[in-house]
């Protein structure tokens, strides 16, 4: 059987392993932690880039859908107008 004095020099081994395992799980997890930040980072500067892009496109294509349906509008109440006025549109035209 082992004696106390021995029993001590093993626990004040296993305690010094332990500190140096934990000191590595602290640098790891500091360095996982900066890591993750610039990972993060990166991330938010490309979504923000992608979703400016969007939005210039979602611009482009608004103004594109506003112009060309004043343009039909305005086609059809032109040929609308000249519809209601045959008449006085071939008498000008005579």
């Given at each position: 059987?082992?004696?106390?004095a021995?029993r001590?020099?093993?626990?004040?081994?296993?305690v010094?392993?332990?500190d140096?395992?934990?000191?590595?799980?602290?640098?790891?997890?500091?360095?996982n932690?900066?890591?993750?930040?610039?990972?993060?980072?990166?991330?938010?500067?490309a979504?923000?880039t992608?979703?400016?892009?969007?939005?210039g496109?979602?611009?482009?294509?608004?103004?594109?859908?506003?112009?060309?349906?004043?343009?039909?509008?305005g086609?059809?109440?032109?040929?609308?107008?000249?519809?209601g006025?045959?008449?006085?549109?071939?008498?000008f035209f005579?």
């Amino acid at each position: 059987m082992a004696t106390v004095a021995e029993r001590v020099s093993v626990l004040e081994t296993k305690v010094d392993n332990f500190d140096e395992k934990f000191d590595d799980i602290k640098h790891d997890i500091t360095t996982n932690h900066t890591d993750l930040k610039t990972q993060l980072k990166t991330m938010y500067d490309a979504s923000c880039t992608q979703h400016a892009e969007l939005a210039g496109k979602i611009k482009e294509l608004e103004g594109f859908k506003s112009k060309w349906t004043y343009i039909i509008a305005g086609a059809i109440a032109a040929l609308g107008w000249a519809s209601g006025h045959v008449e006085t549109l071939s008498a000008f035209f005579k």
